[in-house]
């Protein structure tokens, strides 16, 4: 009998135990908290984009990032094979959305996000490049900024303008954007009786070795497109043009603190604002798939005004023409 009473005792106990033990367990599980991923090459500490998207992001939309995370994921650019795996781990976690600041970046999480909302910003054109597809309604939720640059030649028009005796012109850019506008460029230069020399670098010590070479100095003047390559060294390329003391004409804005001599581009200052409030859309319940893809709605002209380069300046014409005069 005392053993009956002991065994229904220490069941007791142990029941009591099981039960607060699991209690306690329950109460210390962190919940899981929603996340938005931005898919980005370098960390959140060194990423300007990243940084200035948070920013936008809180004062846009300030009560957002209190109910979700905003998380960094670096993909290593050198391995497409790494790119892709660290996307694959990244949709396995279960994001709400996908934040993919470039081209390359969506069509590689479009491939592997069937069913994540995707919200990208591009310098393709994403209906060329195949971001996304002709109709009012896309097949999976995307949408976007679209900063696709179709304003090379027009840049070549712009230098000829400005100073009339070039001839023989240099442009430095990466491998992708020489892949994709090179050849086209070559062509069209001939209307403006230019050459071009096409001058393929991946990194700064290739931008370093490049721009020191002899014969890169015999050059009239450059052109420095809106490839990764200037928007991650923009300048230090800009100091090898001050060295050469030519005429040059840049597709990034951002060059001109840099202390660019022109500069012609579509105004992408809407970009960060129009992703924060696509993020913002897309969380609230708005189907990705129906948003349509907003672009650039002006293009600038910014020159920096009496800069004596090569013996000569900008010509007044083009001058006058000038939206952002620095």
Do not use: C, N
Not at 159 to 188: E, H, N
Not at 192 to 199: E, G, H, K
Not at 300 to 305: H, S, Y
Request: aromatic content about 8%.
């Amino acid at each position: 009998m005392k053993k009956r009473h002991l065994a229904q005792s220490l069941g007791l106990t142990f029941w009591v135990l099981a039960v607060l033990l699991g209690m306690k367990s329950d109460g210390q599980a962190p919940a899981l908290r929603p996340f938005i991923a931005y898919i980005g090459v370098f960390s959140a500490q060194t990423d300007p984009v990243f940084q200035r998207f948070t920013r936008t992001l809180q004062q846009r939309h300030p009560a957002l990032l209190e109910q979700v995370e905003l998380r960094y994921v670096g993909v290593p650019i050198e391995s497409l094979e790494g790119i892709l795996s660290r996307i694959k781990e990244t949709v396995a976690d279960g994001p709400r959305l996908l934040v993919t600041p470039t081209g390359s970046a969506t069509k590689y999480a479009k491939g592997l996000a069937t069913h994540t909302p995707i919200v990208f910003a591009s310098r393709d054109e994403p209906l060329e490049s195949g971001l996304i597809v002709p109709g009012v309604r896309q097949p999976q939720p995307i949408t976007g900024v679209s900063q696709a640059d179709d304003l090379h030649i027009k840049r070549l028009e712009l230098l000829q303008q400005a100073f009339p005796s070039v001839r023989d012109l240099g442009v430095l850019a990466d491998l992708a954007w020489v892949r994709r506008y090179g050849q086209a460029l070559q062509m069209a230069a001939t209307a403006f009786d230019m050459q071009v020399r096409l001058i393929v670098v991946e990194d700064p010590q290739q931008i370093d070795e490049a721009m020191l070479k002899t014969e890169v100095a015999q050059l009239d003047a450059w052109y420095i497109p809106a490839s990764f390559l200037d928007i991650r060294w923009g300048e230090q390329i800009a100091a090898h043009l001050r060295r050469l003391d030519k005429p040059a004409i840049h597709g990034y804005l951002r060059d001109m603190e840099f202390g660019a001599l022109m500069v012609y581009a579509h105004d992408t200052g809407f970009v960060l604002e129009a992703l924060s409030d696509l993020v913002k859309r897309v969380l609230d319940g708005e189907d990705a798939a129906q948003i349509p893809v907003e672009h650039p709605k002006r293009v600038l002209l910014a020159v920096r005004a009496g800069q004596v380069v090569d013996g000569q300046t900008l010509s007044a014409a083009v001058l006058r023409r000038a939206d952002l005069v620095y």
